[in-house]
């Protein structure tokens, strides 16, 4: 016995031993732990020892003063580092020696209390660190009220920075009299690389190279586990909250937990740094009873800030189940599937063993974030159930590098007990806070808490849902959840009816139609209305509300193109306006139908006015507009939209002209969103168009905006040749574009290319820039290829050039600036999408395509 007992101790050891050797070897083991303000070591209530700041920022600078808080707030579970303060009037940078490849945590720690001279509610500021902006006109203050909490944490991970010194730089805003910036406690801790590609939400080809991010921690929850102090984690010093307070609706599932005699098993390839054994020791599942868990999605409701990527983190382990297929289950990320078929033991190949998954959405439209599982019926699994044991929820940089949110907005309530106390915070309270990583009151909040907090969310979402209504005869594609509009039909088991899903893929912002209303504004799809046919179907010319012309794009069932497509023109279109982008109105998903309403381009397709048509011409000044209006619509796209997206399907087909002969980029079916700041392209399958696909892109299989370039420049020589990207009846040499005019290039023998309608209009010059243009959209390596800006520019200086060609040079490339400048300020209001803006810039827009002088 003693032997044993002895072995155990060794064991245990041993395993202890390794893990610390693991984690310091990859992590180099070092931190920072400063208590800001603080004029010697300090040690908190979890035994971390804290360091004085004044080592790391320039003590000649004289721009802080220290200072302690008036009170100390009882939610406060150690006075360390909360009490006291670095206060900065300007701005004023920390500098810390760092290895310049290692990733790190940024732990921020702010309380707002009252210091001499200083009421915190004035207190407006900003934070970055190499280029990363991590706060802007940032508010502990307003941030603590809304949220209910004494003080607030803030979690960053940083990229390696490729530098010795890690800078981070308060900034007090400029906006507000008297501002100033403080901080009270700094974590720097090195980590290793914890990061990898994960696939996007909604786009099922598409993967998002995470480990190139920074990003912000949003929530991290112990999935029916209990608060796991940062001392207890598994080297990292992060803190794991109680998942209750975030559950939604009456049915919180069942937690459970292993035996302390069960133990948890890392494989080799998930160290054991990942996540503590803590979490994985601990799960929440639906239950034992069948017939309940089909009437409910185990769900989890957090509040994000809009208009960023997010990565979500889905930590498994089973110590129940101990083969494949016995518990099997869906996961649903803001009512799209992420994954159809989970199975914990599947992937472990064991009980006991810790897998995690992860998955990146973009957030859009709602502040809410839903996170689902149910059970899924395909597999006739032999537990009809689901299960977690954590979750990590993460922001990832935009493409400026920017992490910052906006300030919460207080309650009414809270707003109107605010007295503004020099001596206790109105605001202090023990309440849990639902955004962010937040400590305050979680560590001490009671079951009873988190019961009452989980009822009163149900009831107020239960009186916004209504739960009436069919199902759609597609069997729910994606399920839905939502809590803003009386329209919304949710079905139990995670289905839904079309108006539902449309509502949400489209933020709100798309709207839904019968399919009678459908039926009716074509004629119950006449012939006669069809105006257009695609990869995708049919379009037909329809009216809507009593006379609207619009554009009805009806999905063909035996279309190789199909859901997917219908979302993404969904998803991307309802949340972008722009000139030249064509307008989604609204769509309809009924009895097996997909179908798309837009706004009716009068005068159809580019292509049809350019070759194997009727119509008459178009001259070579119109053609020069026509491609500046697309060039535009594109570099929106690439650089003007929230989050870069790719259009992949650059054609002639695909650009629209209005009765106004204003060009409008159109079929978004095969769009994806970009890469990152950190990344150069996106790996995905091949699609787009023979004839106008890049060939880097073929090749490489890697997406980049210039593969929409290498596009747009067969889009060019189509229109300066009239004659399609590709042509089999011609000679084999000649029978693809894009080789035939290099070829041409080459030779010198351009002008060939010509289309004779057009022949005797362009001037010389303008026709040299257009043709070098074109030919550098045609760069064998993208790197080589202008940006959509400067092909905007060129374009703009070529239509200068044709309008008055005895104008100096000079004075025709300053105009095409002032075009260029006009439309680049503009590409803001045009991503509002609000009409009243859109409206109030006609003007000015109309100066862009004819701007005076021309």
């Given at each position: 016995?003693?032997?044993?007992t002895?072995?155990?101790i060794?064991?245990?050891?041993?395993?202890l031993?390794?893990?610390?050797y693991?984690?310091?070897?990859?992590?180099?083991?070092?931190?920072?732990v400063l208590?800001c303000?603080?004029?010697?070591?300090?040690?908190?209530?979890?035994?971390?020892i804290?360091?004085?700041?004044?080592?790391y920022?320039?003590?000649s600078?004289?721009?802080s003063?220290?200072?302690k808080?008036?009170?100390?707030?009882?939610?406060?579970?150690s006075?360390?580092?909360?009490?006291?303060?670095r206060?900065?009037?300007?701005?004023?940078?920390y500098?810390?020696?760092v290895?310049?490849?290692?990733?790190?945590?940024?732990r921020?720690?702010?309380?707002p209390?009252?210091?001499?001279?200083?009421?915190?509610?004035?207190?407006?500021?900003?934070?970055?660190?190499?280029?990363?902006?991590?706060?802007?006109?940032?508010?502990a203050s307003?941030?603590?009220q809304?949220?209910?909490?004494?003080?607030?944490?803030r979690?960053?991970?940083?990229?390696p920075?490729?530098?010795?010194?890690?800078?981070?730089?308060f900034t007090?805003s400029s906006?507000?009299?008297?501002?100033?910036?403080?901080?009270?406690?700094?974590e720097?801790?090195?980590?290793?690389?914890i990061?990898e590609?994960a696939?996007m939400?909604?786009?099922?080809?598409?993967?998002?190279?995470t480990?190139?991010?920074s990003?912000?921690?949003?929530?991290?929850?112990?999935?029916g586990?209990?608060?796991?102090p940062?001392?207890n984690?598994?080297?990292?010093?992060?803190?794991?909250?109680?998942?209750?307070?975030?559950?939604?609706g009456?049915?919180?599932?069942?937690?459970?937990?292993a035996?302390n005699s069960?133990?948890?098993?890392?494989?080799?390839?998930?160290?054991n740094?990942?996540?503590p054994?803590?979490?994985y020791?601990?799960?929440?599942s639906?239950?034992?009873?069948?017939?309940?868990n089909?009437?409910?999605?185990?769900t989890?409701?957090f509040?994000?800030?809009?208009?960023?990527?997010?990565?979500?983190r889905?930590?498994?382990?089973?110590?129940?189940?101990?083969?494949?297929n016995?518990?099997?289950?869906?996961?649903?990320?803001?009512?799209?599937?992420?994954?159809?078929?989970?199975?914990?033991?599947?992937?472990?190949?064991?009980?006991?063993?810790?897998?995690?998954?992860?998955?990146?959405?973009?957030?859009?439209?709602?502040?809410?974030?839903?996170v689902?599982?149910?059970?899924?019926?395909?597999?006739?699994?032999?537990f009809?159930d689901a299960?977690?044991?954590?979750?990590?929820?993460?922001?990832?940089?935009?493409?400026?590098?920017?992490l910052?949110?906006?300030?919460?907005?207080?309650?009414?309530?809270?707003a109107a007990?605010?007295?503004d106390?020099?001596?206790?915070p109105?605001?202090?309270s023990?309440k849990t806070?639902?955004k962010?990583?937040?400590?305050?009151?979680v560590?001490?909040?009671t079951?009873?808490?988190?019961?009452?907090?989980?009822v009163l969310?149900?009831?107020k979402?239960?009186?916004?849902?209504?739960?009436g209504?069919?199902?759609?005869?597609?069997?729910?594609w994606?399920?839905?959840?939502s809590?803003?509009?009386?329209?919304?039909?949710t079905?139990?088991?995670?289905?839904?009816?079309?108006?539902?899903?449309?509502?949400?893929?489209?933020?709100?912002l798309?709207?839904?139609?019968?399919?009678a209303?459908?039926?009716?504004g074509?004629?119950?799809?006449?012939?006669?209305?069809?105006?257009?046919?695609?990869?995708?179907?049919?379009?037909?010319r329809?009216?809507?509300?009593?006379?609207?012309t619009?554009?009805i794009?009806r999905?063909?069932p035996?279309?190789?193109q199909?859901?997917?497509?219908?979302q993404?023109?969904?998803?991307?279109?309802?949340?972008?306006?722009?000139r030249?982008?064509?307008?989604?109105?609204?769509?309809?998903?009924?009895n097996?139908?997909?179908i798309?309403?837009?706004d009716?381009?009068?005068?159809?397709?580019?292509r049809?006015?350019l070759?194997?048509?009727?119509?008459?011409?178009l001259?070579?000044?119109?053609?020069?507009e026509?491609?500046?209006?697309?060039?535009?619509g594109?570099?929106y796209?690439?650089?003007g939209?929230?989050?870069?997206?790719?259009h992949?399907?650059?054609?002639?087909?695909?650009?629209?002209?209005?009765d106004k002969?204003?060009?409008?980029v159109s079929?978004?079916?095969l769009?994806?969103?970009g890469?990152?700041?950190q990344?150069?392209?996106?790996?995905?399958?091949?699609?787009?168009?023979f004839g106008?696909?890049d060939?880097?892109?073929?090749?490489?299989q890697?997406?980049t905006?210039?593969s929409?370039?290498?596009?747009?420049?067969?889009v060019?020589?189509?229109?300066?040749?009239?004659?399609?990207?590709?042509?089999?009846?011609?000679?084999?040499?000649?029978?693809?574009?894009?080789?035939?005019?290099?070829?041409?290039?080459?030779?010198?023998?351009?002008?060939e290319?010509?289309?004779?309608?057009?022949?005797?209009?362009?001037?010389q010059?303008?026709l040299?820039?257009?043709?070098?243009?074109?030919v550098?959209c045609?760069?064998d390596?993208?790197?080589?290829?202008?940006?959509?800006?400067s092909v905007?520019?060129?374009?703009?200086?070529?239509?200068?050039?044709?309008?008055?060609?005895?104008e100096p040079?000079m004075?025709?490339?300053?105009?095409?600036?002032?075009?260029?400048?006009?439309h680049?300020?503009?590409?803001?209001v045009?991503?509002?999408?609000?009409?009243?803006?859109?409206h109030?810039t006609?003007?000015?827009f109309?100066?862009?395509?004819?701007?005076?002088?021309?």
């Amino acid at each position: 016995m003693k032997f044993y007992t002895f072995l155990v101790i060794i064991t245990t050891f041993c395993s202890l031993l390794s893990k610390v050797y693991s984690l310091t070897n990859v992590t180099n083991s070092y931190s920072f732990v400063l208590s800001c303000g603080a004029t010697s070591n300090a040690t908190d209530a979890d035994g971390r020892i804290w360091s004085p700041d004044s080592t790391y920022f320039p003590s000649s600078s004289g721009n802080s003063i220290t200072s302690k808080a008036k009170y100390q707030d009882p939610s406060l579970i150690s006075d360390i580092p909360y009490m006291t303060a670095r206060i900065f009037k300007n701005q004023t940078t920390y500098s810390f020696p760092v290895s310049p490849k290692s990733r790190h945590w940024i732990r921020l720690h702010f309380y707002p209390s009252s210091y001499d001279n200083f009421n915190c509610s004035n207190s407006f500021f900003s934070v970055n660190i190499a280029g990363f902006t991590l706060l802007n006109n940032f508010s502990a203050s307003i941030t603590a009220q809304a949220l209910t909490q004494a003080y607030i944490i803030r979690e960053f991970t940083l990229v390696p920075l490729q530098t010795a010194t890690l800078n981070i730089t308060f900034t007090p805003s400029s906006a507000y009299n008297d501002s100033f910036a403080f901080i009270n406690g700094i974590e720097i801790v090195s980590m290793p690389e914890i990061f990898e590609p994960a696939p996007m939400v909604g786009f099922s080809d598409q993967t998002t190279e995470t480990q190139a991010s920074s990003m912000q921690t949003m929530f991290r929850l112990n999935v029916g586990g209990q608060y796991i102090p940062a001392n207890n984690d598994s080297g990292l010093g992060r803190i794991w909250y109680d998942d209750a307070p975030y559950l939604f609706g009456a049915s919180f599932g069942i937690t459970s937990a292993a035996n302390n005699s069960m133990k948890i098993s890392y494989p080799s390839n998930l160290p054991n740094y990942i996540a503590p054994e803590d979490v994985y020791r601990t799960a929440r599942s639906m239950g034992p009873n069948p017939d309940v868990n089909r009437n409910y999605n185990l769900t989890w409701i957090f509040q994000v800030d809009t208009n960023f990527t997010y990565l979500v983190r889905l930590h498994f382990c089973d110590f129940q189940m101990k083969r494949m297929n016995q518990r099997v289950f869906k996961i649903f990320l803001n009512n799209q599937t992420a994954l159809e078929e989970a199975d914990v033991i599947g992937w472990s190949s064991a009980q006991n063993v810790p897998a995690y998954k992860d998955f990146v959405l973009y957030q859009t439209g709602d502040d809410e974030m839903w996170v689902a599982l149910h059970p899924t019926d395909e597999t006739k699994a032999e537990f009809y159930d689901a299960i977690l044991n954590g979750l990590e929820i993460f922001k990832i940089n935009d493409t400026t590098g920017n992490l910052a949110g906006p300030n919460p907005v207080p309650s009414p309530p809270l707003a109107a007990t605010d007295t503004d106390s020099q001596s206790k915070p109105a605001f202090a309270s023990n309440k849990t806070s639902k955004k962010g990583i937040i400590v305050g009151s979680v560590a001490g909040m009671t079951a009873g808490l988190s019961i009452v907090v989980v009822v009163l969310t149900f009831v107020k979402r239960r009186k916004n849902i209504n739960n009436g209504g069919n199902k759609s005869s597609r069997g729910g594609w994606l399920p839905i959840y939502s809590s803003r509009s009386t329209e919304t039909r949710t079905t139990i088991s995670g289905k839904s009816s079309g108006s539902s899903h449309i509502s949400n893929i489209g933020g709100g912002l798309c709207r839904y139609f019968t399919l009678a209303e459908i039926k009716q504004g074509t004629k119950n799809f006449d012939e006669s209305r069809v105006i257009g046919v695609g990869g995708f179907g049919k379009v037909y010319r329809g009216e809507i509300d009593g006379g609207t012309t619009v554009a009805i794009k009806r999905a063909n069932p035996s279309s190789e193109q199909g859901l997917h497509e219908f979302q993404t023109e969904i998803e991307l279109l309802s949340k972008l306006r722009h000139r030249h982008l064509v307008s989604l109105i609204g769509a309809c998903e009924e009895n097996d139908e997909m179908i798309l309403v837009y706004d009716y381009m009068a005068n159809g397709t580019l292509r049809e006015h350019l070759y194997k048509h009727n119509k008459p011409p178009l001259s070579w000044k119109q053609r020069l507009e026509i491609c500046i209006g697309a060039a535009r619509g594109l570099h929106y796209l690439h650089t003007g939209a929230r989050y870069t997206i790719i259009h992949r399907d650059v054609k002639t087909t695909n650009i629209l002209v209005d009765d106004k002969w204003v060009a409008k980029v159109s079929d978004f079916g095969l769009s994806k969103t970009g890469p990152n700041l950190q990344q150069t392209h996106v790996s995905t399958m091949v699609k787009g168009s023979f004839g106008y696909l890049d060939p880097e892109y073929f090749r490489r299989q890697q997406l980049t905006e210039k593969s929409d370039v290498y596009s747009f420049g067969v889009v060019l020589f189509e229109v300066l040749s009239g004659r399609p990207a590709l042509n089999a009846s011609l000679p084999k040499e000649q029978v693809s574009l894009a080789d035939w005019a290099l070829h041409c290039h080459r030779k010198n023998t351009t002008k060939e290319l010509m289309d004779p309608h057009i022949k005797g209009e362009i001037i010389q010059e303008c026709l040299k820039q257009f043709i070098d243009t074109a030919v550098s959209c045609l760069s064998d390596h993208g790197t080589d290829r202008p940006s959509m800006g400067s092909v905007l520019w060129n374009l703009e200086y070529c239509l200068q050039l044709q309008s008055d060609p005895d104008e100096p040079k000079m004075v025709a490339e300053q105009k095409a600036n002032d075009a260029y400048a006009m439309h680049t300020e503009l590409l803001t209001v045009a991503e509002e999408g609000k009409e009243s803006e859109e409206h109030s810039t006609d003007a000015v827009f109309s100066q862009i395509v004819k701007p005076q002088g021309r």
